[in-house]
């Protein structure tokens, strides 16, 4: 009801002043009949001064006539100006006043309406009368009142009204995050610690509940804000008992048992009740049977890699296709024999790997597979170096050691690692003969 006359009263202000500017428009109209007056006069004085002008035969009469029509015209034009002027503001402002008017019973209407009829109006502003002054009480230290636990909702809502005309109240913020955190709400509650925090930065009790929020909203595992948090917690006080236990229990929640055995052996150290000591005496042990069980796995996890990695090494090959350049053909003997191995470039003088075949005039051209297998020591293999040299060298006496006459082929550098990737075997073609 008090908003309602609050609308009447100013409306009614409105319409008063707006009269008395009306009634002062008059007044001004009064005034411009003077000046009115005052046109007249000197026109009756200049129409004079041109009478004696003409007179003395400074003009004549035909300048005389133009002049005396122009300060007719002029006097004429002012005259209905000021009139038309003063009848046009006087029925405007009248005429809003009677709009006014005429609009105070609709606006008591809708007023009305928005204000008792709406029920949900009606109802935020019950519950707004009700709780401001228990918010205000709980901001200032005191409990929260049993209704307004048993009406959080109701509370709540109150609670952000007053952080929407509070935005800098970090107390209000902390006391919503923790409304929001018991009702389950870990991602609200996080968002309000979070504006607390940046409110109030050096306060160690706000930056426990954002970690407590952001780990719950994170299915009780850690992320970086929240563990970073609780180191700068644990660095300002080191025997934090809260923030120890939240450490030691998340850290186990997400696998880091390292983490929570420090964390619980630490609060071991301080004076707490055997119960308690009970309960993480037990939960370390089981920490250390999950760390043993976690660093075995990695170990198999390492070995399984390293196993995976020597087994690749082994598999490493380098196919070969060799061809005889057609010029060389008649040099090839019915009994000869193609020895075709790999040396490492920069590195020993003794083949990484060699392969032996007997070869015909229809053999060529033929691929041959370089792999560790064929290594003549296990520290000299093909996959211990990164390039290579390969020579296809065809043997009339059939043995490894070169003789003139023979027929031989060497390739470019080959880099091994690039090699595999391609799906063709390199070609090396045999086109000189040994001197």
């Known amino acids: 009801m008090a908003i309602l006359w609050l609308v009447f009263i100013t409306l009614a202000i409105v319409a008063a002043v707006l009269m008395v500017k009306l009634s002062n428009n008059v007044t001004i109209g009064n005034l ?6 005052t046109n007249v006069d000197l026109f009756k004085q200049r129409l004079a001064e041109l009478e004696q002008e003409r007179q003395r035969g400074l003009m004549t009469q035909q300048q005389y006539e133009g002049y005396q029509q122009q300060l007719q015209y002029q006097l004429l034009t002012e ?5 038309d002027g003063f009848i046009s503001n006087t029925d405007s402002k009248t005429n809003i006043v009677i709009a006014l008017m005429l609009l105070l019973p609709l606006i008591a209407v809708v007023s009305y309406y928005f204000y008792f009829s709406n029920p949900e109006v009606s109802h935020w502003l019950k519950i707004r009368a009700k709780y401001q002054a228990m918010l205000e009480q709980t901001l200032a230290g005191k409990p929260m009142p049993d209704e307004a636990m048993q009406n959080v909702a109701d509370f709540a809502r109150v609670l952000v009204y007053y ?3 509070h935005p800098d109240k970090e107390r209000a ?9 018991e009702s389950g709400n870990a991602e609200g509650a ?21 970690a407590q929020a952001r780990i719950e909203a994170n299915q009780g595992r850690f992320d970086q804000i929240s563990l970073h948090l609780l180191k700068s917690v644990l660095q300002k006080n080191p025997k934090h008992q809260k923030a ?13 048992y390292a983490m929570a055995i420090w964390a619980w052996e630490q609060l071991l150290s301080q004076g707490l009740t055997e119960k308690s000591r009970q309960i993480l005496k037990a939960s370390v042990i089981q920490a250390k049977k999950k760390l043993i069980m976690q660093q075995k796995r990695q170990a198999h996890a390492e070995m399984a890699t390293q196993s995976k990695s020597e087994t690749d090494s082994t598999n490493l090959s380098l196919k070969v296709t060799v061809q005889l350049k057609s010029e060389l053909s008649a040099k090839l003997d019915d009994n000869a024999t193609l020895f075709v191995f790999a040396k490492a470039v920069n590195g020993p003088a003794l083949p990484l790997a060699v392969v032996k075949q007997a070869i015909t005039m229809t053999s060529m051209p ?13 520290e000299m293999k093909l996959s211990n170096f990164a390039k290579v040299q390969v020579t296809a060298r065809i043997s009339k006496a059939g043995t490894v050691q070169a003789q003139s006459g023979d027929l031989q082929g060497v390739s ?4 091994l690692a690039e090699q595999a990737k391609q799906s063709q075997p390199f070609v090396l073609t045999i086109d000189q003969i040994l001197p």
């Open 163 to 165: 952080l929407q005309q």
């Open 32 to 37: 411009g009949n003077v000046h009115q007056q």
């Open 412 to 415: 470019e550098t080959i880099v």
């Open 366 to 378: 033929m691929t041959i597979e370089l792999n560790d297998s064929l290594a003549m020591t296990p």
């Open 244 to 256: 120890l236990a939240l450490l030691g229990f998340t850290a186990y929640g997400s696998d880091e």
């Open 190 to 210: 996080e968002q309000s610690f979070a504006k607390a925090v940046s409110l109030k930065p050096s306060d160690i009790h706000l930056s426990l509940l954002y």
């Open 173 to 181: 913020w902390q006391l919503l995050g923790l409304i929001q955190l």
């Open 79 to 83: 005259i209905e100006q000021r009139r």
